[in-house]
């Protein structure tokens, strides 16, 4: 809480924070920050679904080998731990 505080003296000292260039700052990420977040959905989202859907499609043409691999099998009052 200190340091915080005297580092605001510091600048308000300073005045480096004036409010015109906090204005243009804002107006400047109100324009670009949304402009930023839609061109990024509307590429990413499409690209990430895509992603998953190759990746599922290879996951299941090649299916992970358990043949030789120790397996744990947790809840075995029930299901399938009651059976083995």
């Known amino acids: 809480m200190i340091i915080y505080s005297f580092s605001f003296l510091i600048f308000k000292e300073q005045d480096i924070y004036s409010n015109t260039s906090l204005d243009?700052?804002?107006a400047i990420l109100n324009v670009v920050f949304p402009l930023v977040s839609i061109t990024l959905f509307v590429i990413l989202v499409p690209a990430f679904w895509l992603f998953n859907?190759?990746?599922?499609?290879?996951?299941?043409?090649?299916?992970?080998?358990?043949?030789?691999?120790?397996?744990?099998?947790?809840?075995?009052?029930?299901?399938?731990?009651?059976?083995?």
Do not use: D, N, Q
């Not at 990746?55 to 083995?84: D, H, M, N, Q, W």
């Open 53 to 84: 859907l190759l990746r599922f499609c290879f996951k299941s043409v090649y299916p992970k080998e358990l043949a030789g691999k120790v397996i744990l099998i947790t809840g075995a009052s029930t299901g399938i731990g009651e059976r083995v």
């Open 24 to 26: 243009m700052i804002h």
